[in-house]
């Protein structure tokens, strides 16, 4: 089988602790990108989950305020109460 040549840019940093990774795993970085697409490929899918920070920092301030009861509004028992409140000059 032929083999073909990629480039791939990577930070330094993230460069030599992949390469370090790859050291403890018996394998060189070549080993893991190939694993990478040859499981890529058989599956059709991406073999791993990708996310973000959910929630970000932001949100999960938000959160732990609204578990603590901070900043939440008082409960109403109606439409018209809460309608009152929103009209009433404060």
């Known amino acids: 089988m032929a083999t073909s ?17 790859c050291s403890d795993m018996g394998m060189s970085m070549t080993t893991a990108f190939n694993i990478f697409a040859k499981k890529t490929v058989r599956e059709y899918r991406i073999p791993f989950e990708i996310g973000a920070d959910i929630p970000n920092a932001e949100t999960r301030k938000a959160i732990e305020d609204a578990r ?23």
């Open 68 to 90: 603590k009861g901070i900043g939440l509004s008082k409960a109403f028992s109606s439409v018209d109460e809460l309608m009152e409140a929103l009209n009433a000059d404060d």
């Open 5 to 21: 040549n990629i480039n791939i840019r990577m930070d330094s940093e993230l460069k030599r602790q992949f390469e370090a990774f």
